[in-house]
Every structure is written in structure tokens, then in C-alpha cells.
């Protein structure tokens, strides 16, 4: 019994961090591992004082836990209620990467509607979970081609308004509301389709691709960052290192991420 007792315990603590990787709260985690490691370090050293501090702030951090993973908890509910824990012990065993084919696919759509200057917010999932969002769309599960996210997009579309969200190579939904960035990093004309593509990237972790209609210009989001790409053959080559995980040191890529201010977007 205490061998199924630490093996129930293992399976749960599993599963939450599963469901937390990728998302803000992951984030939040490794903060708490910086306070706890600090704590201890305070009171090894003598640093009373600093000790002292750390100790009472202990004392608040249940209740600043609850307001800071609010979303996350009702999230974890939710997925609880429709008996998601359990299913798949291994889910990102049964997850296939996306193809080169599919960068392609999204690389030419994604120009074609730039030299069109035909507005476009396309989600690109990672390792963050992005049902929440998925949820308040509408589901297409039609597989990623050109044609079809120019089809989206297209003006007299009613999916046109939103976001298109990829796993994979499934364009799983269309028309998804996403949450809005109120950085202070992101100039003040940027309007709201490129604050979303930052707002979704700074809760989860995701690529957001933004064509605006009004400039024909290609913008990439991530980790909260945005940047104007110079043509489509840099979107490719981004997609194939931080989407797919192919062809580049992804940390090397990291460093050419920067918060774009200036210029109009839309």
C-alpha cells in the first residue's frame, strides 16, 4: 500500500506539471524555487535580517499563490471535470512534430497574404497547452495548406476576425480570441491584432505569426517579444528552429529576439 501510495502521489505531481508546463505558472514555479533556495541560504548564512523578511513573506504566500494561479486553478477544474488528467500517461508520446512541409505550407501562405497586405494572426502551439483558447473558436481539424489559411483570412471570411491556432500539421481552430498584451515594452500604435500575438505568448509558450494588412509586413511574438521580420525567408527559418526544433542552435535564435517599438501594425 505505500508503494501505491507514493505511486498515486508521483502519477498527480506528474500530470500538474505536465499541465502547467509551457504556461505562466511554470514561470511562477521556478520563482518559488528561487524563494524557497533563498530562504534556506539567508538562514545558512546568518543574513538575519534578510531571513527575517523572507520568513514573514511566507506567511502571505498561500493567499498570493491562490490570486497569482486564479486562471491556472480554474483551468486544472475544468480539466479534472471532463476527466482529462487520466487519460495518457504519456501524451507527448502521441503528439507527431510538425513536417517540413508544413512550414512551407504556413510560410507561403503567410507571404502571399503579406504581398496581398490581407491581415492575418496565426498561433503556432509548442509545448504550451492552448485548449483554452481553442475552446472559445471554432474547430476546423482540417490539415495545414496554403490555400486554406488564405482561405481564413480571406476578408469576406467570418472566420477572417481572430486567430488561426496549428498543432502540429492540424489547423485545429479559427477565429480564436486571444488574451491582450498591456506591456509597457510594445509601442502605444501597435493595435490589437499584434498585442494579441504578444498577449498569448507572454501566458503561454507559443509562436504567434501577425500579417498587417495595413503596412504587408511579417511579425513574429514569443516569450512575450515581438519582432518585424525582414522577408519570409527569415519566418521560415525561425519556424524550423523554434517550431519544429530543426536546423539552429535554439539559443542562438534567442538572442535575436527583441521588443519591437515603433511602427504601426495592425
Given at each position: 500500500?505505500?508503494?501505491?501510495?507514493?505511486?498515486?502521489?508521483?502519477?498527480?505531481?506528474?500530470?500538474?506539471?505536465?499541465?502547467?508546463?509551457g504556461?505562466?505558472?511554470?514561470?511562477?514555479?521556478g520563482?518559488?524555487?528561487?524563494?524557497?533556495?533563498?530562504?534556506?541560504?539567508?538562514?545558512?548564512?546568518?543574513?538575519?535580517?534578510?531571513?527575517?523578511?523572507?520568513?514573514k513573506?511566507?506567511?502571505?504566500?498561500?493567499v498570493?499563490?491562490?490570486?497569482?494561479?486564479?486562471?491556472?486553478?480554474?483551468?486544472?477544474?475544468?480539466?479534472?471535470?471532463?476527466?482529462?488528467?487520466?487519460?495518457?500517461?504519456?501524451?507527448?508520446?502521441?503528439?507527431?512534430?510538425?513536417?517540413?512541409?508544413?512550414?512551407?505550407?504556413?510560410?507561403?501562405?503567410?507571404?502571399?497574404?503579406?504581398?496581398?497586405?490581407?491581415?492575418?494572426?496565426?498561433?503556432?502551439?509548442?509545448?504550451?497547452?492552448?485548449?483554452?483558447?481553442?475552446a472559445?473558436?471554432?474547430?476546423?481539424?482540417?490539415?495545414?495548406?496554403?490555400?486554406?489559411?488564405?482561405?481564413?483570412?480571406?476578408?469576406?471570411?467570418?472566420?477572417?476576425?481572430?486567430?488561426?491556432?496549428?498543432?502540429?500539421?492540424?489547423?485545429?481552430?479559427?477565429?480564436?480570441?486571444?488574451?491582450?498584451?498591456?506591456?509597457?515594452?510594445?509601442?502605444?500604435?501597435?493595435?490589437?491584432?499584434?498585442?494579441?500575438?504578444?498577449?498569448?505568448?507572454?501566458?503561454?509558450?507559443?509562436?504567434?505569426?501577425?500579417?498587417?494588412?495595413?503596412?504587408?509586413?511579417?511579425?513574429?511574438?514569443?516569450?512575450?517579444?515581438?519582432?518585424?521580420?525582414?522577408?519570409?525567408?527569415?519566418?521560415?527559418?525561425?519556424?524550423?528552429?523554434?517550431?519544429?526544433?530543426?536546423?539552429?542552435?535554439?539559443?542562438?535564435e534567442?538572442?535575436?529576439?527583441?521588443?519591437?517599438?515603433?511602427?504601426?501594425?495592425?
Amino acid at each position: 500500500m505505500d508503494a501505491l501510495d507514493i505511486l498515486l502521489v508521483s502519477y498527480l505531481v506528474y500530470r500538474l506539471l505536465a499541465m502547467i508546463r509551457g504556461t505562466r505558472a511554470w514561470r511562477i514555479l521556478g520563482g518559488i524555487v528561487v524563494f524557497i533556495l533563498a530562504l534556506y541560504a539567508s538562514n545558512a548564512l546568518r543574513l538575519n535580517t534578510l531571513h527575517w523578511v523572507l520568513d514573514k513573506a511566507t506567511l502571505l504566500a498561500p493567499v498570493a499563490l491562490v490570486i497569482l494561479l486564479l486562471p491556472e486553478l480554474r483551468q486544472a477544474l475544468e480539466t479534472v471535470g471532463r476527466i482529462g488528467l487520466w487519460p495518457q500517461v504519456l501524451p507527448a508520446l502521441n503528439e507527431a512534430p510538425a513536417e517540413a512541409q508544413t512550414v512551407e505550407e504556413i510560410v507561403a501562405a503567410v507571404s502571399e497574404m503579406a504581398s496581398a497586405r490581407v491581415g492575418a494572426l496565426i498561433v503556432l502551439e509548442r509545448t504550451g497547452n492552448l485548449n483554452e483558447i481553442i475552446a472559445n473558436g471554432v474547430p476546423l481539424d482540417a490539415k495545414v495548406t496554403a490555400p486554406a489559411l488564405g482561405a481564413i483570412f480571406f476578408p469576406g471570411n467570418p472566420l477572417h476576425d481572430g486567430a488561426a491556432v496549428i498543432r502540429g500539421d492540424r489547423i485545429v481552430a479559427a477565429a480564436c480570441r486571444l488574451p491582450l498584451s498591456e506591456s509597457s515594452r510594445l509601442d502605444s500604435n501597435l493595435h490589437m491584432r499584434h498585442r494579441a500575438a504578444v498577449g498569448v505568448t507572454e501566458a503561454l509558450d507559443c509562436l504567434s505569426i501577425v500579417v498587417s494588412e495595413e503596412r504587408g509586413t511579417i511579425s513574429l511574438a514569443a516569450d512575450g517579444r515581438l519582432r518585424r521580420l525582414g522577408s519570409h525567408l527569415e519566418l521560415r527559418e525561425i519556424l524550423n528552429t523554434q517550431f519544429r526544433g530543426v536546423g539552429g542552435s535554439r539559443a542562438k535564435e534567442d538572442r535575436g529576439w527583441i521588443s519591437w517599438k515603433g511602427g504601426r501594425g495592425r
